[in-house]
């Protein structure tokens, strides 16, 4: 007869004590820190950039490198609310281009030199204007999505199609070089030693983190991307905010566009050509959820200036700028790779 030795009451308790004990110890939260994972890939590109070039370190670069990532930075911004609401929009890069080329077209003469407009308000509306179509852009989105149940991707991806033939028929195919003086202002402007597009760059993601964190709409957008039925149950207007968040986006597009042709002086027939994968890049490794309900704005920013700083390395670096494009789409694969097994999620 075998003797099978049993464990004690004594040794059970322990037992006990021990699984409650390692039940309670607090454990690392990395979702709490997941907003700041790229601050130590800033820190590392920064430093791989001054030992490539002397130069990167330069208030000139740096203010560069920051004046090149506003245009960048209101898309994604843009793009990260529509996310965060479950949604997609890819006709932000076409807004870019064509929400100025129809401000323009409204407000400069018919007559002159250069590019003719119909000239049926006047050149200080130009501004207004062109934020004006960049919600009528994103509020047609929204009706195609909300109202006629449309694909989202579908949807975007025709009205990109569609705008870009849109202002490359207006513009004939050429650059448009009569830029209203607003446009040039803000475009041009420095404030206090800095860029006033970077300004209010910072402001607009200033705002809208405080929104998304503090204001009870801000906060309906995660629920409506996490669960739209639920949120739809608790009392929250999902149509109608996301159908506001496509109009802001579109509106973000137009600011950019503004602030990019009052920079460079003119619209060119392939302004904001293929940015939407730029966007999308800057999005994804700052931490933007495709599935929607997730990420932040803070995110974003470090999204977008990662980004600019790869490419300003590179460039510094003396590697091909037509590089750019195959690295941009890695950090994408990379970026979706590392979130699949951060977050545990499948992406369909």
């Known amino acids: 007869?075998?003797?099978?030795?049993?464990?004690?009451?004594?040794e059970l308790a322990d037992g006990l004590d021990r699984a409650q004990?390692?039940?309670a110890r607090p454990k690392v939260d990395f979702a709490r820190w997941r907003d700041l994972s790229l601050v130590p890939v800033i820190l590392v590109l920064m430093l791989i950039g001054f030992i490539v070039s002397p130069a990167f370190l330069t208030t000139e670069n740096l203010v560069g490198v920051v004046q090149q990532s506003t245009e960048l930075g209101l898309l994604v911004l843009g793009l990260a609310l529509v996310l965060i609401c479950g949604r997609m929009d890819l006709s932000l890069e076409s807004t870019l281009a064509v929400a100025p080329s129809i401000a323009m077209w409204l407000v400069l003469p018919a007559e002159g030199d250069g590019f003719h407009g119909i000239g049926l308000f006047p050149t200080w509306l130009a501004i207004p204007l062109c934020l004006a179509v960049g919600a009528l852009i994103g509020g047609t989105n929204g009706f195609l999505m909300l109202k006629l149940r449309v694909?989202?991707?579908?949807a975007t991806l025709g009205m990109?199609?569609?705008?870009?033939?849109?202002?490359?028929?207006?513009?004939?195919g050429k650059s448009i070089v009569n830029v209203p003086d607003s446009f040039s202002y803000l475009g041009n402007a420095t404030w206090f030693g800095v860029p006033g597009a970077v300004w209010l760059c910072l402001a607009l993601y200033a705002v809208a983190g405080?929104?998304?964190?503090?204001?009870?709409?801000?906060?309906?957008?995660?629920?409506?991307?996490?669960n739209?039925?639920?949120?739809?149950?608790?009392?929250?207007r999902t149509d109608r905010i996301t159908w506001i968040v496509l109009a802001l986006a579109g509106m973000l597009a137009a600011f950019a566009g503004i602030l990019f042709t009052g920079h460079?002086?003119?619209?060119s027939a392939s302004q904001g050509d293929g940015w939407i994968f730029q966007v999308f890049a800057a999005a994804v490794i700052g931490g933007i959820g495709l599935r929607g309900g997730r990420g932040t704005v803070f995110g974003a920013l470090t999204g977008v200036l990662t980004l600019q700083l790869v490419v300003n390395v590179m460039t510094l670096?003396?590697?091909?700028a037509m590089w750019n494009q195959f690295l941009n789409g890695m950090i994408i694969i990379v970026a979706l790779i590392i979130s699949r097994f951060a977050s545990g999620e499948r992406q369909e």
């Not at 007869?1 to 464990?7: K, V």
């Not at 990109?160 to 004939?172: A, C, E, I, Q």
């Not at 739209?228 to 929250?236: D, M, S, Y």
């Not at 670096?317 to 091909?320: A, D, I, Y």
Request: hydrophobic content about 40%; aromatic content about 6%.
């Open 264 to 267: 460079y002086g003119s619209v």
């Open 210 to 226: 405080l929104v998304l964190a503090y204001m009870r709409h801000g906060r309906a957008l995660y629920a409506i991307g996490g």
């Open 160 to 172: 990109l199609t569609m705008l870009r033939g849109l202002h490359v028929g207006l513009s004939d």
């Open 1 to 10: 007869m075998t003797d099978t030795a049993q464990p004690s009451a004594r």
């Open 317 to 320: 670096g003396g590697v091909p």
């Open 228 to 236: 739209p039925e639920a949120a739809r149950a608790a009392g929250i």
């Open 151 to 154: 694909n989202g991707f579908i």
């Open 21 to 23: 004990e390692e039940r």
